[in-house]
């Protein structure tokens, strides 16, 4: 699977022009599209390119490998997001968050030009949900009454665990996470909006609709959805 992250990322690049604001997301592929689009910096191949983290782990990634950074309120613009997923439908709608950074993914990569999603084939799922639970994000205070609430969906949640020694899993917003397993996810929009309008839900990672290409790593090349 790491050569198929490594190829995914590799071919990202072809995304990437001088003077361009790119959204950086969070995870072990974005890792590799980072390190490299940090070798074309350093290299002067590639000019004027600026990087939104969406994390501090995109961020201090960022900083190691050379890409300048910006935050979100010193832009413009953001030309391109680049980021992985957990899960990726026939419809090219994602879940995303195992990072625990879905939120300040969806406040950038909803705004961006062009969203670019970089995947193994094993993420690839005919329904969301199929092997992946959908994480939520939520106020702390209010975890447990969210947890009940989500049986009316029919899914079962747990909150997601540092360790039982350290605790609950602390997003970089101070929340916790939920991860909720539905019975089945027939309408991803229908869903993402749903789950955001119960009281505490801060976001979730449903991200329907908004892929506009996504590009798979398999034995026999990358392959480009859209
Ligand atoms: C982080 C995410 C990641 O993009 C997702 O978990 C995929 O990670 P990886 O590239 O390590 O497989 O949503 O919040």
Do not use: C
């Not at 390190?35 to 900083?63: C, F, H, N, W």
């Not at 799922?125 to 209010?142: F, S």
């Amino acid at each position: 699977m790491k050569e198929l992250k490594r190829a995914v990322a590799k071919e990202a690049l072809k995304f990437i022009e001088d003077d361009m604001i790119v959204s950086l997301g969070t995870g072990s592929t974005t890792a590799y599209f980072l390190e490299y689009l940090g070798k074309l910096i350093m290299e002067e191949e590639l000019e004027d390119v600026y990087g939104v983290p969406t994390s501090y782990q995109a961020r201090l990634l960022a900083l190691e490998y050379g890409v300048p950074v910006v935050g979100l309120d010193e832009v413009d613009a953001i030309d391109i997001a680049v980021d992985g997923a957990d899960e990726v439908d026939l419809n090219l709608n994602l879940i995303k968050g195992r990072g625990a950074a879905l939120t300040m993914e969806k406040i950038v990569e909803y705004r961006a030009g062009t969203f670019l999603v970089l995947v193994d084939e094993s993420k690839l799922v005919e329904r969301l949900g199929q092997k992946m639970p959908v994480p939520i994000e939520v106020i702390p205070a209010a975890w447990r009454a969210i947890k009940e609430e989500l049986e009316v969906f029919n899914a079962t949640a747990e909150l997601r665990m540092a360790s039982k020694k350290d605790g609950p899993v602390v997003t970089e917003n101070g929340n916790f996470l939920l991860d909720a397993r539905f019975h089945r996810i027939d309408d991803p929009l229908d869903l993402e909006i749903e789950l955001n309008n119960i009281p505490g839900v801060v976001e979730n990672g449903i991200f329907a609709d908004i892929a506009d290409i996504v590009l798979v790593g398999t034995r026999e090349g990358v392959k480009r959805l859209e």
